[in-house]
């Protein structure tokens, strides 16, 4: 009998590493999708992937008392693994968006109660309070009598940090429903994000998993599982790759000239992007390039901001902007790829030099075919209240093995140098792939893995 898995993606990424992937390719099941999309974006993703139906969750509407007791615990969490790793910048993730003086006025009187209930013990009770908050939501009620009707196997979550999802997965739990969820990337653990509670938490590697022992001790070790994640994968096949010359057709770039990608992040991450893409033009334009340089410039997916517009229209003809092939219907979750950005991505590294970005995972990406990445660590005088050696201090970079994992440009003055090292191949990947092994398991057969702990 077929099993019947409901599988909830939250954002646009959960798309592209586990409905475009090979996860639910071809597998015996009835699949799901739980989803808050609209129907364009639902349409799209059952014409490209093995999805036989989607139900859209019912309307969500989180009381002042649980968002109060969310932040509050996410906060005294940052606070607690801050203190655990004796690394500051983890409370740099609590980020609250400002608006009106009562909002303001919320969020410093939580702030105010996590600093001082941010002791484990606390934090534990505070969460338990949640859980039992959460269950009075109209939403967990709906959701609940939904999976009751529908009776599934199983219930699958591409992104833990979703707020909803610690309704349904309470919801699941209740009615003995299995649960599994993924952790979303390696730098998420020590970000304090995880609001709901699973059978089963499926990890990168095992540094992930002793992260997850670190920052939560009250899980059971025997519930997170090492599987690695998919998105690695889609650089294994060859066959999407396309020749320079139409790869230069389809994106306007010269086929003639060598090609460095830049790696946009979004605007919170590195607001000073605009500037470095700049100083990098400024570089190729001089002389000694001879004109043999361009510049592909990917932004970040979600990054559908204008701050590019005036460096772009400056040097229109070394700067390419590739755009990656994601729709948006303006609500950062409904931002969603469509299935041709893999091979995109994958065209883009295979027929880069190199990457330039501000502590990206696409130091990763660029390992696959071989090519290294550059990161920024030079900053910009401005009024920011940033600064990009913080970045480099976040807690995911200590599992760095060595600053020979990466190329580094220290000042801007050194791009020449830098340039150079990657035109001559002065580099070596050896420690960027001790880096990835260290984060990344499993990485070009996760897929199996994830399936099979989901279905077991």
């Not at 429903?177 to 699973?198: E, G, M, P």
């Not at 420690?431 to 989901?454: G, M, P, Q, R």
Request: net charge neutral.
């Amino acid at each position: 009998m077929k099993k019947k898995i409901f599988i909830y993606v939250p954002d646009g990424t959960g798309i592209r590493n586990y409905l475009y992937s090979s996860v639910f390719k071809d597998r015996d099941a009835h699949l799901t999708l739980l989803h808050h999309f609209n129907k364009d974006i639902t349409d799209l993703i059952q014409e490209h992937t093995e999805i036989d139906q989607a139900l859209e969750l019912p309307r969500f509407r989180e009381s002042v008392l649980e968002k109060k007791q969310r932040e509050q615990s996410h906060i005294s969490r940052l606070h607690y693994h801050s203190k655990l790793v004796n690394n500051p910048t983890i409370i740099g993730n609590y980020r609250p968006k400002q608006g009106s003086l009562k909002k303001r006025l919320f969020y410093k009187v939580v702030e105010h109660l996590a600093v001082r209930n941010s002791d484990y013990s606390s934090i534990l009770k505070m969460e338990q309070q949640y859980e039992r908050q959460i269950k009075k939501n109209a939403f967990y009620k709906e959701v609940k009598k939904l999976l009751k009707q529908r009776r599934p196997d199983v219930v699958f979550l591409t992104h833990q940090r979703a707020v909803q999802a610690a309704y349904v997965f309470a919801a699941a739990r209740d009615l003995g429903i299995k649960t599994v969820t993924v952790i979303y990337s390696w730098d998420n653990l020590s970000k304090a994000r995880l609001h709901l509670r699973a059978d089963r938490y499926l990890v990168w590697s095992e540094h992930m998993k002793e992260e997850m022992a670190l920052f939560y001790p009250e899980i059971d070790t025997k519930k997170v599982i090492v599987t690695g994640t998919p998105q690695f994968e889609f650089y294994c096949d060859k066959d999407q790759l396309v020749s320079r010359e139409d790869f230069a057709q389809s994106n306007g770039l010269n086929p003639d000239k060598k090609w460095l990608c830049y790696s946009g992040d979004d605007v919170l991450t590195s607001p000073n992007d605009p500037v470095y893409l700049e100083h990098l033009a400024i570089e190729l334009s001089k002389p000694i390039y001879n004109n043999a340089y361009q510049i592909l410039f990917r932004r970040c997916p979600v990054d559908h901001s204008d701050r590019f517009k005036k460096v772009i229209t400056m040097y229109p003809t070394i700067i390419k902007e590739v755009e990656p092939l994601w729709l948006t219907d303006e609500v950062w979750t409904s931002i969603f790829p469509q299935e041709a950005d893999s091979s995109l991505l994958a065209n883009t590294v295979f027929h880069s030099e190199a990457v330039f970005n501000i502590g990206s995972t696409m130091a990763f990406d660029f390992l696959q075919y071989d090519k290294p990445c550059v990161y920024i660590n030079y900053d910009i005088p401005t009024n920011l209240n940033w600064s990009v050696h913080t970045t480099y201090k976040y807690q995911h970079f200590r599992s760095m093995p060595s600053k020979k994992a990466v190329l580094w440009l220290d000042y801007q003055e050194d791009l020449e140098k830098v340039i150079r090292e990657i035109q001559e191949h002065q580099f070596s990947l050896k420690e960027t792939k001790k880096w990835f092994d260290t984060v990344v398991s499993y990485a070009y057969h996760s897929s199996d893995l994830i399936y099979n702990e989901i279905i077991s």
